[in-house]
């Protein structure tokens, strides 16, 4: 739909540097150790300063901590048994998946919009974070999180869609469209509280504080 197209845009002509260009996100010579040892923000501010701070700019340094990031991820994961590694894969898309649809239905919401492709950009570091602390690195607490509390706040992504549709289909959006990124978001939920249910406590809260914090941004944001 067109508010997918527009939010993402700037992300994927990254993405397509990174494919046929041989331009990955620039990391301003530090590795992927020292950008991971920053955490997200501190990195973000180092990569303003250091590499400009427009809208692309900052989409280009998640881009680089994500990368950095899947690069740690995929290295903890490799070192696991056979089922459990393909487990923690699955979570992985489905978490990816996940936040990437939450942010397609905020961009309906709030009738698009730049802003979108940086929403998602950071969707996706967010997604690697809280992936690193299921494979049990460490990482700030979550706060104690019940499926209840995030069921309700993905609820209340529909009924944005819904309440937005006059304004965002005047606009050439469909509701149809945003509801059908919803559905899936919901479905991809489903099965991350599933994987949740396995883990300990504080594992578990990793997950669904992700999974709260990409809905309210589709609502609050919206």
Request: glycine share 8%; proline share 2%; with cysteine.
């Amino acid at each position: 739909m067109k508010a997918r197209t527009f939010c993402l845009a700037l992300v994927c002509l990254l993405i397509s540097a990174v494919a046929f260009g041989q331009e990955p996100p620039r990391t301003l010579g530090k590795t992927d150790a020292q950008i991971l040892a920053m955490g997200q923000e501190k990195w973000s501010e180092y990569f303003e300063k250091k590499g400009g701070g427009s809208n692309a700019d900052m989409i280009e340094a998640c881009m680089a901590y994500t990368e950095a990031a899947t690069r740690r991820n995929a290295r903890l994961i490799s070192r696991l048994p056979n089922a459990k590694a393909a487990q923690m894969r699955s979570l992985d898309k489905l978490m990816m998946d996940f936040g990437g649809h939450m942010m397609n239905a905020g961009s309906f919401i709030s009738d698009g919009g730049s802003m979108w492709a940086l929403f998602d950009a950071g969707s996706a570091s967010d997604a690697q974070d809280a992936l690193f602390a299921v494979l049990g690195g460490a990482m700030h607490a979550s706060p104690a999180m019940v499926v209840s509390k995030v069921t309700k706040q993905i609820a209340k992504v529909k009924a944005a869609i819904q309440k937005s549709r006059d304004m965002a289909e005047s606009a050439g959006r469909t509701e149809a469209e945003a509801l059908k990124d919803f559905e899936l978001g919901r479905l991809d939920f489903v099965a991350i509280q599933k994987i949740a249910a396995s883990l300990d406590r504080k594992k578990s809260n990793a997950l669904l504080d992700f999974c709260f914090k990409r809905a309210a941004t589709a609502v609050d944001q919206g």
